[in-house]
C-alpha cells in the first residue's frame, strides 16, 4: 500500500538556522498539508497546498515558513530561522481531492531547536 | 473558530469492558467528524468519519449535533486497541483538519 514518507525522522539545529523537511506524497495525490505537534499538545494545521500553491494556512504560518513543489515527487517545509519553539513533530499528509478525501499522513519528523 | 475537546487525556479500561472516548466539538457550520488513531511507533490513521456511518474495529461513533460530540464508543476493548486517539473536525468545504489533544487509550489485562 503506498505511504507518505519523510526525512529525516530526526532533526536537530541551532535557533537561527533554516532547515528544510521533506516529504513524498503518494503518487496521485493532488493536495498536501503540513501540521505540527509540539510534544505535549494538539496537533495543529500549518498550511495545504493544490495546483503549485498555498490554498490555506494557519496564523502559526508566517514568514519564516514556506512550502514547494520543487519537482514532480517532493514537497518541502521550510523554517527560515528556526526559534526554540518551533521545536515540534511536523507531520506531512496527502489527500486524492480536497474535502471528502481522506488524508494520508506521514511518520513524521521530530525538531529539536537547540 | 472550530474547536473540538476531548477532556480525558488518558482513559484506562480492562480488556472486555466498554470503551467510550469522548469528543465536543463547536463549530457554527456543518462539520465534519473523524477520529483518527496512533497505535505505538506508528503513524495517524484515519479510523473513521461520521458521514461513512460505518463500524471499524468495532468501533462506533454517531455524530448528535444537538449535543456537538462525536463520541467513539466499542462494547469489548481489546489489547490491540491500546493506542492515542484524536477526534477531528473539519468544516464542510474545507481541507484542513482541528483536532483534539487526544486521549490515551490504555487497555488493561
Known amino acids: 500500500e503506498p505511504e507518505v514518507t519523510q526525512t529525516p525522522s530526526h532533526q536537530v539545529t541551532q535557533m537561527g538556522q533554516e532547515v528544510i523537511l521533506r516529504c513524498v506524497p503518494i503518487?496521485?495525490?493532488?493536495?498536501f498539508y503540513w501540521y505540527r505537534q509540539i510534544l505535549g499538545q494538539k496537533v495543529e494545521f500549518l498550511v495545504s497546498f493544490y495546483n503549485n500553491e498555498i490554498s490555506e494556512k494557519s496564523e502559526i504560518f508566517d514568514d519564516q515558513f514556506s512550502v514547494e513543489r520543487p519537482d514532480g515527487s517532493n514537497f518541502t517545509l521550510k523554517i527560515r530561522s528556526t526559534k526554540l519553539e518551533d521545536s515540534a513533530m511536523y507531520f506531512c499528509?496527502?489527500?486524492?481531492?480536497?474535502?471528502?478525501?481522506?488524508?494520508?499522513f506521514g511518520p513524521g519528523t521530530r525538531l529539536t531547536v537547540t | 473558530a472550530q474547536r473540538v475537546t476531548q477532556p480525558e487525556k488518558l482513559l484506562s479500561v480492562f480488556k472486555g469492558a466498554p470503551v467510550e472516548l469522548k469528543c465536543n466539538y463547536s463549530?457554527?457550520?456543518?462539520?465534519?467528524l473523524f477520529w483518527y488513531v496512533q497505535y505505538s511507533r506508528q503513524r495517524l490513521q484515519l479510523l473513521l468519519r461520521h458521514i461513512s456511518r460505518e463500524s471499524i474495529k468495532g468501533f462506533t461513533a454517531d455524530l448528535n449535533k444537538g449535543e456537538t460530540s462525536f463520541h467513539l464508543k466499542k462494547p469489548f476493548a481489546q489489547e490491540e486497541d491500546s493506542a492515542m486517539y484524536y477526534c477531528?473536525?473539519?468544516?464542510?468545504?474545507?481541507?484542513?483538519?482541528?483536532f483534539g489533544t487526544g486521549t490515551q487509550l490504555k487497555v488493561e489485562l
Open positions: 503518487s496521485n495525490h493532488l493536495y
Open positions: 463549530y457554527s457550520g456543518s462539520p465534519e
Open positions: 477531528a473536525l473539519r468544516k464542510g468545504g474545507g481541507n484542513k483538519l482541528t
Open positions: 499528509a496527502s489527500s486524492e481531492e480536497s474535502y471528502s478525501y481522506e488524508q494520508y
